[in-house]
């Protein structure tokens, strides 16, 4: 039975024991594509609500001062190392507790989370290496978000001995796809930023999404080859789902989105294994939110029924998840 490099077993190879990846939300972060700098409003599916664990832990501050690159102070940022703090011990005190784990990563996964001034980033990141038994730290962001100044920073902590990823939410290669879901941004210079950032010892997990209004299954098959063909160290595929208080949520109750069906994603999914090198880590293969905001599709309320299909049909062609 081969087994895929899953994030689990690429922890343990690299770490001789398990670690915990702790989501970490902070006050005052957002977007490019919400504030104005490449567009408004977000893409059509976000709600971070129903992506973090850790944003239901930070109080609604609608005055709060939003990050960005042109930022010249940051007012809120001992608020941001006291989130910090707070959600990392809920997280490792839990999964110490429970789980035996004693090792972690900080995952700042909500929002665009290098979409800050550079001493900010420096400040929470420094914080973060505080922490007791942190062996690295995982950071959600966009192609268009990092500059040289801030690879440099990461690098300075891979050559501490640091584990670091930058996990970039690439979703799909095709401009009208990103038009369409109003991301802000385009792929024309994702591969110079992938290696940019592997120069540098970070680690490259790009995420991918299928389902996307108006793409084929070909279409999210081309997006992943090209997302290999530019260099990563892993990956996340995601099925679409939509929730309440979207943009899509108002397609889909109009009739102008269907979502991916179960058998079609686990489809997709085996077909992206047959091209994903082994040592590539597979992070994620499946997503959902398992909350009343989900409108559809239904199978992705409970992720255990996800991962049961497409187990088994892994298992069936001799390859354990």
């Not at 084929?216 to 090209?226: A, D, N, V, W």
């Not at 102008?256 to 994903?276: G, K, M, R």
Request: proline share 4%; net charge positive.
């Amino acid at each position: 039975m081969r087994e895929l490099l899953t994030l689990g077993r690429y922890f343990k190879k690299t770490f001789g024991e398990r670690v915990r990846k702790i989501p970490i939300t902070l006050e005052g972060f957002t977007c490019p594509n919400i504030d104005g700098r490449v567009a408004r409003g977000g893409c059509i599916y976000c709600s971070n609500e129903s992506f973090s664990p850790s944003i239901v832990k930070l109080k609604a501050k609608p005055k709060s001062v939003k990050m960005n690159f042109d930022l010249q102070e940051n007012p809120i940022l001992s608020s941001q190392i006291s989130q910090l703090k707070e959600q990392f011990f809920w997280h490792a005190d839990f999964h110490k507790e429970k789980f035996s784990v004693g090792k972690y990563m900080i995952y700042f996964q909500s929002y665009t989370n290098t979409y800050a001034p550079l001493s900010t980033l420096k400040a929470l990141y420094d914080e973060a290496f505080l922490l007791p038994n942190v062996v690295g730290m995982s950071i959600g962001t966009r192609v268009d978000s990092v500059n040289e100044g801030i690879l440099d920073l990461l690098g300075s902590y891979v050559k501490r001995g640091y584990e670091i990823w930058l996990e970039y939410g690439v979703q799909s290669v095709f401009p009208q796809t990103l038009e369409l879901i109003n991301r802000g941004e385009d792929m024309s210079k994702a591969k110079e930023i992938f290696q940019a950032t592997r120069e540098r010892g970070i680690k490259v997990c790009a995420h991918l999404i299928y389902g996307l209004p108006n793409e084929t299954q070909e279409m999210m098959i081309e997006s992943l080859k090209r997302v290999l063909e530019w260099g990563v160290d892993g990956l996340k595929l995601h099925p679409l789902y939509v929730v309440e208080g979207t943009q899509l949520a108002k397609m889909y109750k109009k009739g102008e989105y269907t979502p991916i069906d179960l058998q079609a994603y686990c489809d997709l999914i085996l077909h992206s294994i047959d091209l994903i090198p082994q040592n590539v880590v597979l992070q994620r293969i499946s997503s959902g939110a398992h909350d009343e905001t989900l409108l559809a599709p239904k199978w992705c309320f409970d992720k255990n029924i996800q991962m049961r299909y497409i187990r088994d049909k892994l298992r069936e062609r001799g390859i354990e998840y």
